[in-house]
DNA sequence: GGATTAAGTGGACTATAGTCCGTTTGTGTG
DNA sequence: CACACAAACGGACTATAGTCCACTTAATCC
């Protein structure tokens, strides 16, 4: 029960001008092209600053995701059917993987850079279990007797970044997106 | 049509070394333990030849697990049914399954290298042509009318050594076939 | 407003993957 | 056998992620 210890305002000024300087970066030269130092160096902050904030890479592209994350999640939570509550599970489900394709096409190689940094990555960050759990449920509502909880996992594993990267370069981003809502009408 | 130009004495003697130290390092210290600096000191080899032989991390984990996977192909092309021809693409494709857990999950730490060390290593691994194509041909037989390419990629994607691990630390092995096995039967 | 202290800072340092290139060695030829 | 040359070698070098810690600074309390 207590107070959430406060940013200190050095901190937050510092965290601040550190996403504006990746966004710049990655913007101006690609994910891919921009190294921690570079970023510590657009932002004029030491190295050791960004990665007490951030943590890895990864941690800095989660950041930069938040946003858009957020809203995604909000928009689950409370928004309207068929991707927020009050469709059938089946619909639901449907809505979601379009949703969440969307999110990702978006924003491949910075969710890329998320998942990938470093192995196993993507099911350390935060929001992975957020996915998950609304699968979950409801592939639980859809299909009941099905084990529902490591279903879901299996079920997000095509959503990957790496793999939509590698199925998008293939095919093109409309026949990878098709192959993934498949395997929900099966 | 020229003769494949035959490998230098030199050269295949150094594969070995490097072969039969990284096996050996990989057993007692862990696969994840063990730098390629440490491999080519161990092997008695120059960094450089490491790489020129192996060309990344990666390709070195391939060359390992070279053998076993020679013979899970050879098993699928001319094998007994089901895992071989003969069967019903269904029961094929659920052999196909279970004999690519008990691969991937006999050498995880091995195969998570080959297939993690850079983002898409995956896809580039020649092997992994072979596992799609397999697929691809046994689903458009199993399910005509679908896309049966992309979905053979979908379809592969829980496979993925890194899902796995991730599956099976928190559900157990069983579990996490049982999941990956269901995909099927939907 | 000065003292106290926990949080924050920055850059030198380490570890490691992967590259480059001058040197060595195996092999095929006269 | 000697020579020529392509192939292979090895280790110094680069790039980059991430750690460490001596120092600075913002907030708090009297």
């Known amino acids: 029960m ?102 990702v096409l978006g924003h491949l190689d910075l969710v890329r850079m998320s998942e990938t940094s470093s192995p196993g990555a993507r099911y350390r960050i935060g929001a992975y279990r957020f996915w998950r759990l609304h699968v979950a449920i409801l592939l639980a509502e859809a299909r009941p007797g099905c084990d529902a909880d490591p279903l879901a996992h299996a079920l997000l594993a095509p959503l990957a970044a790496d793999h939509l990267t590698a199925l998008a370069g293939e095919y093109g981003e409309a026949r990878a997106r098709a192959a993934v809502r498949a395997l929900l009408s099966c």
């Open 2 to 103: 207590g107070e959430p210890p406060a940013e200190r305002a050095d901190a937050a000024r510092n965290r601040v001008k550190v996403l504006a300087a990746a966004a710049r970066l990655f913007r101006e030269k690609g994910v891919d092209n921009v190294s921690m130092d570079a970023v510590a160096a657009e932002a004029g902050v030491g190295k050791g600053t960004l990665f007490r904030r951030f943590g890895d890479k990864s941690g800095l592209a989660v950041a930069l995701l938040d946003e858009r994350e957020r809203e995604l999640q909000g928009a689950i939570l409370s928004g309207p059917p068929p991707l927020g509550p009050g469709a059938p599970a089946g619909e639901r489900l449907t809505a979601f993987v379009d949703a969440y394709l969307d999110y």
